[in-house]
């Protein structure tokens, strides 16, 4: 037995080394391949940051991206309301252009109409005229004739102006009405008797105003007046009943009229002043006043 032992022992170890050596070359390949594996994997983490690096980059530039169009959204949501505001105030404009247009058309109607009424008056004193002219009366004329006409009154508190058209004769409501309860005093009758006549002389048929001014602000106490304008009417009609029953001017050339403290001559801030404008005005008109003859036609 040994025997045979001994003689198969070698061929046996004789068919193992070949084995042997191939079982060491597949184990230096699976070493190489270990360590081909190993830098693989190396190479794989590092891709896998740069992967996870640009992820985070593409991340970062799409929130940029989302926010920038969301500041374009906002912006454009601005520019529609700004865009509706400007079409509203247009339109506002086109209707105040509208309405404007209309009032200008309005404007040239009435201004037409107006010429209109004016061709038709002055045709109407003008037949007025040649119906005088027909009857012997004088035309109306405008006070530039008048002008080399003025009244010369040297009397005291009495003073002569020229006011365009007018001539304005002023007498001191102090003289006139020294009490304030619009009753003449006996110079200020003898004043306007004097005054009277200068007016007949030259003006004797002329419409004359007689216009009442004050230069206080307030009614004297204990007044009867309830205002300024009362109390100026109250002295205008007192003239008025004195030049009409008193003097040779008629009643139906006089008007009366009371302009309270409205059109003072200076100003109302020192007694002089008040003083001043505290007046009758004796207002002569360019045009004759009508009478019996010439009022009906």
């Given at each position: 037995?040994?025997?045979?032992?001994?003689?198969?022992?070698?061929?046996?170890?004789?068919?193992?080394?070949?084995?042997?050596?191939?079982?060491?070359?597949?184990?230096?390949?699976?070493?190489?391949?270990?360590?081909?594996?190993?830098?693989?994997?190396?190479?794989?983490?590092?891709?896998?940051?740069?992967?996870?690096?640009?992820?985070?980059?593409?991340?970062?530039?799409?929130?940029?991206?989302?926010?920038?169009?969301?500041?374009?959204?906002?912006?454009?949501?601005?520019?529609?309301?700004?865009?509706?505001?400007?079409?509203?105030?247009?339109?506002?404009?086109?209707?105040?252009?509208?309405?404007?247009?209309?009032?200008?058309?309005?404007?040239?109607?009435?201004?037409?109409?107006?010429?209109?009424?004016?061709?038709?008056?002055?045709?109407?004193?003008?037949?007025?005229?040649?119906?005088?002219?027909?009857?012997?009366?004088?035309?109306?004329?405008?006070?530039?004739?008048?002008?080399?006409?003025?009244?010369?009154?040297?009397?005291?508190?009495?003073?002569?102006?020229?006011?365009?058209?007018?001539?304005?004769?002023?007498?001191?409501?102090?003289?006139?009405?020294?009490?304030?309860?619009?009753?003449?005093?006996?110079?200020?009758?003898?004043?306007?008797?004097?005054?009277?006549?200068?007016?007949?002389?030259?003006?004797?048929?002329?419409?004359?105003?007689?216009?009442g001014h004050v230069g206080k602000?307030?009614?004297?106490?204990?007044?009867?007046?309830?205002?300024?304008?009362?109390?100026?009417?109250?002295e205008a009609m007192t003239v008025?009943?004195?030049?009409?029953?008193?003097?040779?001017?008629?009643?139906?050339?006089?008007?009366?009229?009371?302009?309270?403290?409205?059109?003072?001559?200076?100003?109302?801030?020192?007694?002089?002043?008040?003083?001043?404008?505290?007046?009758?005005?004796?207002?002569?008109?360019?045009?004759?006043?009508?009478?019996?003859?010439?009022?009906?036609?």
């Open positions: 037995m040994l025997g045979r032992l001994g003689v198969k022992i070698p061929s046996i170890v004789g068919n193992l080394l070949p084995r042997i050596g191939s079982f060491r070359g597949g184990l230096l390949c699976l070493g190489c391949l270990l360590a081909g594996c190993a830098e693989n994997a190396l190479v794989l983490k590092g891709q896998l940051q740069q992967l996870q690096q640009q992820q985070l980059a593409l991340s970062r530039q799409s929130e940029e991206l989302q926010n920038r169009a969301h500041a374009l959204d906002r912006d454009n949501q601005e520019k529609d309301v700004l865009l509706a505001q400007a079409q509203q105030r247009a339109q506002a404009a086109e209707a105040q252009v509208a309405a404007l247009k209309e009032q200008l058309a309005s404007l040239s109607r009435q201004l037409a109409q107006t010429r209109q009424d004016q061709q038709a008056a002055e045709s109407r004193v003008q037949a007025l005229n040649a119906s005088l002219q027909r009857r012997g009366s004088v035309t109306i004329q405008p006070n530039s004739s008048l002008a080399q006409k003025l009244p010369a009154l040297n009397l005291p508190g009495v003073s002569v102006r020229q006011d365009g058209e007018l001539i304005r004769i002023e007498l001191s409501g102090g003289t006139l009405f020294p009490n304030w309860d619009g009753r003449l005093s006996p110079e200020g009758g003898r004043l306007l008797a004097a005054v009277a006549h200068e007016i007949v002389r030259d003006f004797p048929d002329h419409r004359i105003g007689v216009q602000t307030t009614l004297p106490p204990g007044s009867p007046w309830r205002s300024l304008h009362h109390l100026t009417y109250a008025f009943d004195f030049l009409a029953a008193q003097t040779p001017l008629r009643a139906d050339q006089l008007e009366v009229s009371g302009h309270g403290s409205n059109f003072p001559l200076v100003s109302n801030a020192t007694p002089q002043g008040q003083q001043r404008n505290h007046r009758i005005e004796l207002v002569i008109y360019p045009d004759k006043a009508p009478t019996a003859a010439t009022g009906n036609l």
